[in-house]
């Protein structure tokens, strides 16, 4: 049986147009569910990063027994900036 080029177009057509209602229901089914990505500010990821350092610093010197770290002349007396 041979099939015309009208019948060809309106089972393409046809088709198309299904593909089109199932994307839209899709597109429904996601803008109902869809929510927004909340993401930390830049303040509370450093702050949650610099907090996990200590914490890993605070393991190391847990296991070898060393003072932790007690700033840039690790617990000395630093000159004044007028000396």
Request: hydrophobic content about 45%; overall charge negative; charged content about 30%.
């Amino acid at each position: 049986m041979v099939v015309s080029d009208s019948a060809d177009e309106v089972t393409y057509q046809a088709g198309y147009r299904r593909a089109l209602e199932l994307a839209a229901e899709r597109v429904d089914e996601l803008d109902a569910i869809w929510v927004p990505v909340q993401r930390p500010s830049y303040e509370e990821r450093v702050a949650s990063r610099v907090a996990d350092m200590e914490r890993a610093a605070a393991e190391v010197h847990a296991i070898s027994g060393t003072r932790p770290f007690g700033g840039l002349d690790n617990g000395a007396v630093l000159p004044g900036v007028d000396w």
